[in-house]
């Protein structure tokens, strides 16, 4: 099945996963939503958020590790992918969207 509704999720909601909320956003068919998983978060992740995914994307495989200790209940078997992009870039700069659209875009197809 291919995820319709994808929710991106990094530490601190300012950076990465607004990125990639921003670069999916006008992807005909798809719905995106993004959060952080720090208590610190721009915009902390709301459970119904999880509820609401078909698909979770996380930066980092801790994050994945939190979201699992954190919420491991409300994901019911729901698909968390790891992308693997660091901390180390900032918000739209175009090296992190180049890497957004080649490691999430065939997430999406």
């Not at 990465?16 to 670069?23: D, E, F, L, M, N």
């Not at 495989?61 to 919420?71: I, K, P, S, T």
């Not at 409300?74 to 900032?90: E, Q, T």
């Amino acid at each position: 099945m291919t995820p319709r509704r994808v929710l991106f999720l990094c530490s601190r909601h300012r950076l990465r996963s607004p990125t990639a909320a921003a670069v999916f956003a006008d992807w005909p068919g798809l719905e995106v939503g993004s959060a952080g998983l720090a208590d610190d978060a721009e915009t902390p992740l709301d459970p119904a958020q999880l509820d609401w995914a078909d698909l979770v994307v996380v930066m980092e495989a801790r994050h994945a590790r939190r979201l699992r200790q954190r919420f491991g209940a409300r994901l019911n078997g729901k698909r968390v992918v790891s992308v693997d992009i660091p901390d180390r870039y900032a918000f739209m700069q175009p090296e992190l969207v180049a890497l957004l659209e080649r490691r999430v875009g065939p997430l999406l197809r």
